[in-house]
């Protein structure tokens, strides 16, 4: 049996969606430390040398995360689809660039970390059971101009990954 403990509820606000996003090529993360555990969280990340995360800039109230955790009923398997969705505002060369990197990074993946708007750090395309194994990758990523002038111009983002452990938080400082 695995359960050890309750949970106490959180009196507070509980603000939604995310307001930071660093994006890292999988092989930039030093991929013999990798993450540092200690506490149930991760404190720090080591890089490969020179390397560092991107951070990537939305409009407000504009992108979110989420983590849906599933035992399967036949197999009795454990599996978590996580999911980080953004919108990238006013097409032009800088943003197709991006664009382009992130679905250039996707065969191999990319590691996340998304601060939510509780000044939470999440990781993300990295786990302690998979470690590398199970990245990020580019789901879909939507452009439209809009067709009148009050339309939004720009592209929605959304990418995924699964695995079989729940994001873990990150409490140090993201190399950029």
Same mark, same amino acid.
């Given at each position: 049996?695995?359960?050890?403990?309750?949970?106490? /509820?959180?009196?507070?606000?509980?603000?939604?969606?995310?307001?930071?996003?660093?994006l890292?090529?999988?092989?930039?993360? @030093?991929? #013999?430390?990798?993450? #540092?555990?200690?506490?149930g969280?991760?404190?720090?990340?080591?890089?490969?040398?020179?390397?560092?995360?991107?951070?990537?800039a939305?409009?407000?109230?504009?992108?979110?995360?989420?983590?849906?955790?599933?035992?399967?009923?036949?197999?009795? =398997?454990?599996?978590?689809?996580?999911?980080i969705?953004?919108?990238?505002?006013?097409?032009?060369?800088?943003?197709?660039?991006?664009?382009? =990197?992130?679905?250039? =990074? =996707?065969?191999?993946?990319m590691?996340?970390?998304?601060?939510?708007?509780?000044?939470?750090?999440?990781?993300?395309?990295?786990?302690?059971?998979?470690?590398?194994?199970?990245?990020?990758?580019?789901? #879909?990523?939507?452009?439209? #101009?809009? /067709?009148?002038f009050?339309?939004? @111009?720009?592209?929605?983002?959304?990418?995924?990954?699964?695995?079989?452990?729940?994001?873990?938080?990150?409490?140090?400082?993201?190399?950029?």
């Amino acid at each position: 049996m695995a359960l050890t403990t309750g949970y106490s /509820k959180i009196c507070g606000a509980r603000s939604g969606g995310i307001v930071n996003l660093w994006l890292v090529d999988k092989d930039d993360v @030093n991929q #013999t430390t990798g993450f #540092t555990l200690a506490g149930g969280v991760y404190t720090a990340v080591t890089m490969v040398s020179g390397k560092v995360f991107y951070k990537f800039a939305f409009e407000q109230d504009s992108a979110g995360m989420k983590w849906d955790a599933a035992v399967d009923g036949k197999t009795l =398997s454990f599996s978590v689809a996580k999911t980080i969705e953004f919108f990238l505002g006013f097409l032009k060369q800088t943003q197709r660039t991006a664009l382009q =990197s992130i679905a250039d =990074s =996707s065969p191999c993946g990319m590691i996340a970390i998304a601060e939510d708007a509780n000044a939470q750090k999440w990781v993300l395309g990295y786990t302690e059971k998979q470690k590398f194994g199970r990245p990020l990758r580019l789901k #879909t990523s939507a452009t439209d #101009t809009g /067709k009148v002038f009050t339309d939004a @111009n720009g592209t929605t983002v959304v990418m995924d990954a699964l695995d079989n452990e729940l994001p873990l938080e990150f409490t140090g400082s993201v190399p950029v």
